[in-house]
T-cell receptor, first 113, second 112 residues
Framework: NAGVTQTPKFQVLKTGQSMTLQCAQD?????MYWYRQDPGMGLRLIYY???????DKGEVPNGYNVSRLNKREFSLRLESAAPSQTSVYFC????????????FGNGTRLTVT | QKEVEQDPGPLSVPEGAIVSLNCTYS??????FMWYRQYSRKGPELLMY????GNKEDGRFTAQVDKSSKYISLFIRDSQPSDSATYLC????????????FGGGTRLMVKP
């Protein structure tokens, strides 16, 4: 019962480096999401994909790009990492029907020095 | 002002106590209401899910929604040390994209 799987679990980058965070779900969900969680700021939506083949910006999209590779996989890319992107990143998925709850992975802890 | 307000705590209670966690919100279009529990260094896990106003009970947990007051609550009866976690409320209008708006979370500590 994997649910939502995120890799890697931890990552340290230097300013200006790039990396891709991977996410896969095995629940046949239509919608997938990327959030970041920072102390005092709660969970903030970066990008989401309502269905395969579509992506849309969330609340804090600057500095990020996403790819919905197929129905199962949704990746988040940092092209040129900045210290302000130090955070815990969570991927989530849902069936996509109105009001359906989100199911989260266990996060990627990213530090940018 | 944030769209969803939640007291960050921490809230410290003795084992066996009844715990009340609350959120207020400003968007009257919210129809779906959720509570998530998040243990340290883990992702949020869905605890309770309700639609519109009313109560829902699941074991020791009861969720209440009062749409007229724009106020939701989560009650935990007979609290246990294993309930120590951060509790996040979340809500949705239920429209396309199904985006949730989260509260900032309340940290709960249940002491043995």
């Amino acid at each position: 019962n994997a649910g939502v799987t995120q890799t890697p679990k931890f990552q340290v980058l230097k300013t200006g480096q790039s990396m891709t965070l991977q996410c896969a779900q095995d629940m046949n969900h239509n919608s997938m999401y990327w959030y970041r969680q920072d102390p005092g700021m709660g969970l903030r939506l970066i990008y989401y994909s309502a269905s395969e083949g579509t992506t849309d910006k969330g609340e804090v999209p600057n500095g990020y790009n996403v790819s919905r590779l197929n129905k199962r996989e949704f990746s988040l890319r940092l092209e040129s990492a900045a210290p302000s992107q130090t955070s815990v990143y969570f991927c989530a998925s849902s069936s996509g029907t109105g009001g359906s709850p989100l199911h989260f992975g266990n996060g990627t802890r990213l530090t940018v020095t | 002002q944030k769209e969803v307000e939640q007291d960050p705590g921490p809230l410290s209670v003795p084992e066996g106590a009844i715990v009340s966690l609350n959120c207020t919100y400003s968007n009257s279009a919210f129809q779906y209401f959720m509570w998530y529990r998040q243990y340290s260094r883990k992702g949020p896990e869905l605890l309770m899910y309700t639609y519109s106003s009313g109560n829902k009970e699941d074991g020791r947990f009861t969720a209440q929604v009062d749409k007229s007051s724009k106020y939701i609550s989560l009650f935990i009866r007979d609290s246990q040390p294993s309930d120590s976690a951060t509790y996040l409320c979340a809500m949705s209008e239920g429209n396309a994209g199904n985006m949730l708006t989260f509260g900032g979370g309340t940290r709960l500590m249940v002491k043995p």
